[in-house]
């Protein structure tokens, strides 16, 4: 039993390492921005169970903690006011499996001792008081619960396309956050992202994580909406990752949560270029 003992301990001492040597969270080597005077927010889910039409129990989801907090402190470190709302306001639920302790990123560990962070996740603007046309980013946040309530949001949808005419707002989001994008349209009633190149997470992915059931996909929804979807793959879609911005440089997206850094990265480069 002592061996066993031993040998549990080791497997979990080396867990952390194990997968991030496969793709978990990779390093990424960020650039010091400096765009105060510039505002982002940050948007999520208000969902937080995972379940089917009709269910009031499950396990719980939310937002994953990293696709949250990775962009918030890259964006603050680059002196840029945040704020954060989530489709209906108040306190954010976040997936508890997001802090596993060989998931959890140097962010959340970061943001866990941030009291100022974590009451703006406790008191989350609600979506229908916030303009998008006074931020220049706005991040959507990604986790099973955007399954529920993003594509789902008429309000979400209206104001995509809003902001989209009628400022120079850059549009972010990683894994499922993309769903906000889905079914906004343009001006003539079209999908507004059809033809623009966007990612999201990949349906092998939620297949290997054995997810039951989630109302929408990001990849069959963006492909439905007419986007160049772009993935890459790998033996398990949980180690890949990959960002992408659309021709017109409005919309930058980033594959799942291994996404966060180069994606946020790539949204202040094109902003500080736009400046």
């Given at each position: 039993?002592?061996?066993?003992?031993?040998?549990?301990?080791?497997?979990?001492?080396?867990?952390?390492?194990?997968?991030?040597?496969?793709?978990?969270?990779?390093?990424?080597?960020?650039?010091?921005?400096?765009?105060?005077?510039?505002?982002?927010?940050?948007?999520?889910?208000?969902?937080?169970?995972?379940?089917?039409?009709?269910?009031?129990?499950?396990?719980?989801?939310?937002?994953?903690?990293?696709?949250?907090?990775?962009?918030?402190?890259?964006?603050?470190?680059?002196?840029?006011?945040?704020?954060?709302?989530?489709?209906?306001?108040?306190?954010?639920?976040?997936?508890?499996?997001?802090?596993?302790?060989?998931?959890?990123?140097?962010?959340?560990?970061?943001?866990?001792?941030?009291?100022?962070?974590?009451?703006?996740?406790?008191?989350?603007?609600?979506?229908?008081?916030?303009?998008?046309?006074?931020?220049?980013?706005?991040?959507?946040?990604?986790?099973?619960?955007?399954?529920?309530?993003?594509?789902?949001?008429?309000?979400?949808?209206?104001?995509?396309?809003?902001?989209?005419?009628?400022?120079?707002?850059?549009?972010?989001?990683?894994?499922?956050?993309?769903?906000?994008?889905?079914?906004?349209?343009?001006?003539?009633?079209?999908?507004?992202?059809?033809?623009?190149?966007?990612?999201?997470?990949?349906?092998?992915?939620?297949?290997?994580?054995?997810?039951?059931?989630?109302?929408?996909?990001?990849?069959?929804?963006?492909?439905k909406a007419g986007a160049n979807y772009q993935a890459n793959h790998k033996t398990?879609?949980?180690?890949?990752?990959?960002?992408?911005?659309?021709?017109?440089?409005?919309?930058?997206?980033?594959?799942?949560?291994?996404?966060?850094?180069?994606?946020?990265?790539?949204?202040?480069?094109?902003?500080?270029?736009?400046?």
């Amino acid at each position: 039993m002592g061996g066993i003992t031993i040998l549990v301990i080791g497997v979990a001492i080396l867990a952390p390492t194990i997968v991030k040597s496969l793709g978990l969270h990779p390093d990424f080597d960020s650039k010091q921005y400096n765009l105060e005077g510039n505002r982002a927010l940050i948007v999520t889910t208000s969902h937080g169970v995972l379940n089917k039409p009709g269910e009031t129990t499950g396990d719980p989801t939310g937002v994953f903690a990293s696709e949250m907090t990775i962009p918030y402190y890259e964006f603050l470190d680059a002196n840029m006011q945040i704020d954060v709302a989530s489709i209906k306001g108040g306190e954010i639920p976040v997936d508890p499996q997001s802090f596993i302790y060989f998931i959890k990123t140097e962010s959340d560990k970061r943001y866990l001792k941030d009291e100022i962070f974590q009451a703006k996740v406790k008191n989350s603007i609600p979506l229908g008081d916030v303009n998008f046309k006074q931020y220049d980013v706005v991040f959507f946040a990604g986790g099973w619960g955007a399954a529920y309530d993003m594509a789902q949001s008429e309000i979400l949808a209206e104001k995509v396309s809003d902001a989209y005419y009628n400022s120079d707002v850059i549009y972010g989001s990683v894994c499922h956050g993309a769903l906000a994008f889905t079914e906004a349209k343009d001006t003539v009633g079209n999908y507004l992202i059809e033809g623009r190149t966007m990612t999201g997470v990949t349906m092998k992915q939620l297949e290997q994580l054995d997810i039951s059931f989630t109302p929408k996909h990001p990849e069959p929804e963006l492909k439905k909406a007419g986007a160049n979807y772009q993935a890459n793959h790998k033996t398990n879609d949980f180690f890949a990752t990959l960002t992408v911005i659309d021709e017109e440089k409005r919309f930058v997206t980033g594959q799942n949560q291994n996404s966060g850094h180069e994606t946020s990265q790539l949204i202040m480069k094109t902003l500080s270029e736009k400046k």
